[in-house]
């Protein structure tokens, strides 16, 4: 499957690298391959979570479209929050 990012996201690297969060291309495109966790409430866009760290998770918000996975935005969050 193909994973095309959306300009939002695109952007989002930088403007979380200013803020002193480095997350790379790769980290996003196998959180949404692998993920440990997928949430599907708001369909038809998904969530899928992985560990980054020991007490933060990736969280990336994508949909599927004819085969292509359109990857819309992603953030970190504390595992307290999302790990319930």
């Known amino acids: 499957m193909i994973i095309y990012f959306t300009k939002h996201a695109q952007e989002k690297f930088s403007l979380l690298e200013k803020h002193g969060v480095i997350i790379s291309k790769k980290i996003v495109e196998s959180t949404v391959i692998k993920p440990e966790k997928i949430d599907s409430s708001r369909l ?17 918000v994508y949909k599927i479209e004819m085969r292509v996975i359109k990857i819309i935005t992603f953030y970190p969050g504390r595992k307290t929050q999302y790990d319930k």
């Open 44 to 60: 038809p866009l998904l969530i899928a979570q992985a560990s980054l760290n020991k007490s933060h998770v990736l969280r990336v």
